[in-house]
């Protein structure tokens, strides 16, 4: 527990440090003020009242260096009306006057496209917010604003935009309803900064100056948008978002590469979400009989590692507010991961309140209610989270949760002769998290504790996670520890491992050329420790990179690494259901390879890593990862990853190859019309996916999908299954 106590003095010596915190660029202000006439968002700077608007211009240069005004100037104005905000940014090019973008599909890349974002902290605390923008031939970005600086894309809501495009520049234009974004009521200024990503110069610019080493989305840098008047608190604002689906699948073999006989199965189903705005920052969301089959497929990856993979949520009911949720904790402990309601089971229905009550306070209240699942002998349960968030000093917050997920008519082995359900009557997580944040982020980090309740399980049943970090223009310290209790169960999260203590400090040294072509340079020093709760040694990595970028963005790194394990259960060392190695049998190895990703703004870019090294028990692995893509702008896109891994061990193992690899195509033929196909061969798994999705934005997110996906089974190669879906949504205002 001596950890614990450091954990949280430390915590609260650095929460002081933001007391006295003020805004940094708090004197560079855009002064906005209601429009004249009425706004035509067409891209065109015709109206009186744009020629009446402050001009926010004079950008300051981000990359390559921070410390001139931007070389391709870019002019910002503003304006509003009872309904909407306004911007129209005029973005000059310097240059041959080609736009660089990827495609015409919305929530494009950053880093491979010309492009203008508004970031908006419509809160005033320096961590939540808007982001809108569009690539330089229309395309849309939008997200919802989270820690200060993250951006969840997953976000989408109703706004139009237009784009004016010819040789010696690109004229954005936008209009975002109020009842699109949550704000405090009666507030004077936000904060705001607009970003722009010139990939033909080499520039990245913003507004209010931001110092590099932090991204142009950073809250604490914003300037301030100043209201000629207090804005009016949002009427209530109603939205109901129907959909109707039917579906055709068949069933060709099982899991096991058993083929059956089964017939086709057509199903028609219907569901329903509303939102419900019940002030201009608070937000209610219902869903009855909720579908997500357009969601994207996932990537699928080759785990060699002893744990779970995490695949992030994509369904839109879980999006609005979700740092309130899903940002508890870190990488490897999170009490709440969305993805564990509905899987592998159906939602019936579900509430989830969010927002802002007042200045300090933020709420998030859900519920969700599944059914149960015959196959897997799963009862019906009940999913309810809280989330209690209380603002301190100006970024620095304290949080209190608690997740509940409860089964409904859990039956055990002596009911009636049935079969027992599987799982437990209940299980709860309660806890706080306190973040810190100074105003000018050279400071961050944030401390967890947690206690679960489980039947038949207590003591040892708590977690405490802490880390923190410093970061200046040349170097970068962080330190993170993590200890798990053996009883600990969070199965409404994500924690693959319990039982462990873990430090993981990291130190990283940058040097900056003032000519060449390095932009920067230097080296990086990170180790983790794993320890039981005996505080003997189970796994520890020690991880050396040098870390080159170049001032045309392409980065280099070299890696070296030594890896210690300690197996604490019997595992198969290739995933494939092989003889498993002893537990407490130990192992060290090294490796060594690098990392080397292209200029983001070619038509065609690639990454490359490798790794070259030992493994478990005394063998060898190859491991080669890559990404190729293409573009012709801005209809198609191609996109190729591919892994490889070579495996050498001894016998029973023997040495196995395991390929992946996922061709993709997007095809966007307008604004409005988008078409992808997605491949993807996975050796380790044994299987062939194949997924097309044509979506028809037929007004703004109102969609028609279609949607056909084929599993194949690997050796002999024979069809597992295959479903055509048609889906329309409808988002009645």
């Known amino acids: 527990m001596n950890l614990l106590r450091i954990s949280c003095l430390l915590s609260l010596f650095l929460g002081t440090?933001?007391?006295?915190?003020?805004?940094?660029?708090?004197?560079?202000?855009?002064?906005?003020?209601?429009?004249?006439?009425?706004?035509?968002?067409?891209?065109?700077?015709?109206?009186?009242?744009?020629?009446?608007?402050?001009?926010?211009?004079?950008?300051?240069?981000?990359?390559?260096?921070?410390?001139?005004?931007?070389?391709?100037?870019?002019?910002?104005?503003?304006?509003?009306?009872?309904?909407?905000?306004?911007?129209?940014?005029?973005?000059?090019?310097?240059?041959?006057?080609?736009?660089?973008v990827e495609s015409l599909k919305r929530d494009w890349n950053f880093l491979k496209n010309d492009n203008f974002i508004l970031f908006m902290d419509t809160y005033g605390d320096l961590n939540n917010g808007f982001a809108f923008g569009a690539n330089a031939v229309g395309a849309q970005w939008d997200g919802a604003m989270f820690e200060g600086g993250s951006v969840d894309l997953n976000w989408d809501h109703i706004?139009?935009?237009?784009?004016?495009?010819?040789?010696?520049?690109?004229?954005?234009?936008?209009?975002?309803?109020?009842k699109t974004i949550r704000y405090k009521k009666g507030i004077k200024e936000w904060g705001v900064n607009f970003s722009r990503n010139d990939l033909n110069n080499k520039e990245k610019s913003s507004w209010a100056p931001i110092p590099r080493q932090f991204p142009t989305a950073s809250l604490a840098y914003t300037g301030v948008l100043a209201w000629d008047a207090p804005l009016p608190e949002q009427k209530s604002n109603f939205s109901l978002i129907p959909y109707f689906k039917t579906s055709v699948s068949k069933e060709f073999a099982n899991n096991d590469g058993v083929k059956l006989n089964a017939p086709s199965n057509t199903v028609n189903e219907y569901g329903l979400d509303a939102k419900i705005s019940l002030s201009s920052s608070l937000n209610l969301d219902l869903t009855v009989n909720p579908d997500f089959s357009q969601v994207e497929v996932d990537r699928q990856v080759t785990n060699l590692s002893r744990f779970e993979l995490f695949f992030p949520e994509k369904r839109q009911f879980f999006l609005e507010n979700a740092d309130l949720f899903s940002n508890l904790g870190f990488d490897n402990v999170r009490p709440f991961f969305s993805r564990?309601?509905?899987?592998?089971?159906?939602?019936?229905?579900?509430?989830?309140?969010?927002?802002?009550?007042?200045?300090?306070?933020?709420?998030?209240?859900?519920?969700?209610?599944?059914?149960?699942?015959?196959?897997?002998?799963?009862?019906?349960?009940?999913?309810?989270?809280?989330?209690?968030?209380?603002k301190l000093f100006k970024k620095s917050s304290i949080e209190l949760f608690y997740i509940d997920k409860t089964a409904i008519d859990f039956k055990t082995a002596q009911e009636n002769g049935a079969l027992a359900s599987t799982g437990n009557t209940y299980n709860r997580n309660f806890g706080f998290e306190y973040i810190f944040a100074p105003k000018n982020n050279t400071w961050s980090g944030k401390t967890i504790f947690i206690k679960s309740f489980t039947p038949a399980k207590s003591g040892k049943d708590f977690v405490n996670a802490a880390n923190f970090q410093y970061s200046s223009r040349n170097i970068i310290v962080s330190w993170q520890h993590e200890m798990v209790g053996n009883n600990y169960n969070a199965e409404v999260g994500y924690v693959p491992r319990n039982n462990y203590v873990k430090f993981n400090p990291s130190i990283t040294k940058l040097f900056f050329p003032k000519s060449g072509s390095i932009l920067s340079h230097g080296p990086q020093f990170t180790t983790t420790y794993y320890f039981n709760t005996n505080i003997e040694l189970t796994d520890n990595t020690k991880l050396f990179n040098y870390l080159i970028t170049f001032r045309n963005r392409s980065t280099f790194a070299y890696v070296v690494q030594n890896d210690y394990v300690e197996l604490l259960a019997p595992f198969d060392p290739t995933r494939i259901g092989k003889t498993p190695l002893a537990a407490h049998t130990k192992h060290q190895w090294s490796s060594t390879g690098?990392?080397?990703?292209?200029?983001?703004?070619?038509?065609?870019?690639?990454?490359?890593?490798?790794?070259?090294?030992?493994?478990?028990?005394?063998?060898?692995?190859?491991?080669?990862?890559?990404?190729?893509?293409?573009?012709?702008?801005?209809?198609?896109?191609?996109?190729?990853?591919?892994?490889?891994n070579h495996i050498e061990l001894p016998q029973p193992w023997g040495n196995n190859n395991f390929l992946l690899i996922g061709p993709k195509v997007d095809v966007t033929m307008t604004n409005k019309l988008f078409f992808t196909a997605f491949y993807q061969y996975n050796e380790q798994t044994k299987n062939i996916n194949f997924?097309?999705?044509?979506?028809?934005?037929?007004?703004?997110?109102?969609?028609?999908?279609?949607?056909?996906?084929?599993?194949?089974?690997?050796?002999?190669?024979?069809?597992?299954?295959?479903?055509?879906?048609?889906?329309?949504?409808?988002?009645?205002?």
């Open 17 to 100: 440090q933001t007391i006295q915190a003020q805004k940094k660029n708090a004197s560079i202000k855009y002064y906005i003020h209601k429009a004249i006439d009425t706004i035509k968002v067409d891209g065109q700077l015709t109206e009186q009242s744009w020629k009446n608007a402050q001009v926010a211009q004079n950008f300051a240069m981000v990359l390559p260096m921070d410390t001139s005004v931007a070389n391709v100037p870019t002019q910002v104005r503003m304006t509003y009306d009872e309904h909407n905000l306004y911007l129209i940014a005029t973005c000059f090019k310097v240059g041959d006057g080609v736009n660089m």
């Open 159 to 178: 706004w139009t935009s237009a784009i004016y495009n010819d040789s010696s520049k690109y004229i954005w234009e936008a209009a975002i309803p109020f």
């Open 340 to 390: 564990r309601i509905g899987l592998n089971t159906h939602i019936d229905f579900g509430a989830r309140m969010s927002g802002r009550v007042d200045n300090n306070w933020r709420i998030g209240i859900m519920d969700m209610k599944t059914s149960n699942d015959n196959a897997s002998f799963t009862p019906a349960q009940n999913f309810a989270v809280l989330a209690l968030q209380r």
């Open 594 to 644: 690098f990392d080397w990703a292209s200029a983001p703004q070619h038509k065609f870019t690639y990454t490359l890593s490798t790794r070259v090294g030992g493994y478990y028990a005394d063998g060898r692995l190859t491991s080669i990862t890559a990404d190729i893509g293409y573009r012709i702008q801005p209809i198609v896109n191609f996109d190729l990853a591919a892994t490889y």
């Open 691 to 733: 997924n097309t999705r044509f979506q028809w934005r037929y007004k703004p997110v109102s969609d028609l999908f279609i949607v056909y996906t084929d599993n194949y089974y690997i050796g002999p190669v024979f069809v597992k299954n295959r479903a055509v879906v048609f889906k329309l949504t409808y988002w009645w205002n």
